[in-house]
């Protein structure tokens, strides 16, 4: 570093999604064009203290990350930074790490830190902003579960491979003829799920925030076999809660504070099984969702949201998080990001337009949701009068 020039530094924290890399090259290439020297530590918040571990980051080291996944610097959701659950948890760091990051600040000359992280992440930003530490946020998680921005990158990248297992599991269920069960990631939210199962054509979607049903889903079944459509293809979100309203989770270990969801797929398949005795198979896509580099959707988030938390810095506007408001890239408080998480709404124009094509989302569609159309009632003259009198008739054929 020159002796005049400034140095910020940034951390990518949590469970890593695509497009991290995509920031960091942002960051680094749009600080450089400000005269900013910039490090990066290691292993999430990790580096910042007891052994402080960073690297300095250039054009060079930084040149074609943009379509890597995963993260050059690491990352952890485990350790003396992990988020607990609750609010209130995740305000109470111990003073002594705050004082050592403060340390680190000082021995390296930092004039800003750039915290790249989901909630949790975000959390302990947030307590570093209310100690007096320079820091900006930049919201990251396949999750999509911020509600203080559209879209977080990652989500994006995360919905193309589980739209490319369904279109898989499309083939091979139909050739079968076999009902296919694919479990989906997104923690306490539905939105992978949801989003990929739109885009994949999945007839039964299971989320966290709809009730649903075995019967349900058996009727779908049944209804799809009467139609001659032996095969039938159910999305479950890792985090939808089974009929009773438990959660299904992983034994064993778990990173602090945070259940590991997961399981729920095998459950499902089981009991229809028992229930129609079907043939039924489960895949689990797992962090197959969460590897891999960023679609392109996500790559233009990313480099804008580290271009973006560059500026914030730059402008001493310490606390903020970027965030994707379209067709903007605008700043919130982080503290806003931390406590306001997003789940799919189950009145929301995607599970409405879903139902509309016949999707079952294991539950039984109230009135409103269950649009019908007009056209399709007993009534032969009103449905006649409905009609435009200028439709000719072969269009009339495909109505
Ligand atoms: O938050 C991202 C996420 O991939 C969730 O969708 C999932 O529940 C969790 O992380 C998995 O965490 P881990 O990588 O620790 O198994």
């Not at 680094?28 to 402080?52: C, R, T």
């Not at 297992?165 to 083939?171: G, N, P």
Request: charged residues 20%.
């Amino acid at each position: 570093m020159s002796q005049h020039q400034k140095r910020i530094g940034i951390l990518t924290s949590g469970g890593d999604c695509p497009g991290l890399n995509a920031v960091i090259r942002a960051v680094v290439k749009s600080a450089n064009q400000s005269g900013i020297d910039v490090i990066g530590f290691l292993k999430g918040y990790e580096g910042l203290i007891d052994p402080v571990r960073y690297l300095p980051l250039n054009n060079k080291n930084t040149s074609g990350i943009l379509t890597h996944g995963g993260t050059i610097l690491g990352s952890t959701n485990k350790g003396r930074f992990a988020a607990t659950v609750g609010v209130a948890d995740r305000l109470n760091l111990d003073p002594e790490l705050l004082e050592d990051v403060q340390t680190t600040f000082k021995q390296l000359d930092l004039s800003g830190l750039i915290c790249v992280g989901g909630d949790g992440s975000l959390a302990v930003a947030q307590q570093f902003h209310e100690f007096g530490l320079p820091v900006v946020g930049v919201p990251k998680t396949i999750d999509n579960d911020l509600s203080a921005t559209a879209f977080t990158f990652g989500f994006d990248s995360a919905v193309a491979s589980a739209t490319d297992a369904l279109d898989r599991l499309h083939t091979t269920a139909a050739s079968h003829g076999r009902v296919m069960v694919l479990e989906l990631m997104g923690r306490h939210a539905g939105w992978i799920a949801l989003h990929a199962g739109i885009a994949g054509g999945a007839h039964v979607i299971l989320l966290p925030e709809i009730d649903w049903s075995f019967d349900q889903i058996c009727h779908k079944i049944l209804q799809r076999e009467r139609s001659g459509k032996p095969s039938t293809l159910i999305v479950v979100a890792e985090g939808a809660r089974l009929p009773d309203g438990d959660m299904v989770t992983h034994d064993g270990p778990q990173s602090l504070g945070q259940v590991r969801l997961g399981g729920i797929g095998n459950i499902v398949a089981h009991e229809i099984e028992q229930r129609l005795h079907r043939e039924t198979r489960t895949a689990v896509l797992g962090h197959l969702q969460r590897g891999g580099g960023p679609t392109t959707f996500d790559r233009v988030l990313a480099t804008q949201f580290g271009a973006h938390a560059v500026r914030l810095i730059i402008e001493r506007r310490f606390g903020e998080m970027v965030c994707y408001r379209p067709p903007n890239i605008e700043s919130v408080p982080i503290i806003e990001a931390v406590n306001d998480l997003s789940t799919v709404d189950p009145e929301g124009s995607p599970v409405l337009a879903a139902r509309s094509l016949g999707v079952s989302f294991g539950d039984r569609p109230t009135t409103e949701q269950a649009f019908v159309s007009p056209w399709l009632e007993d009534d032969d003259d009103r449905e006649v009068e409905d009609r435009p009198e200028d439709v000719p008739e072969e269009v009339e054929v495909l109505l």
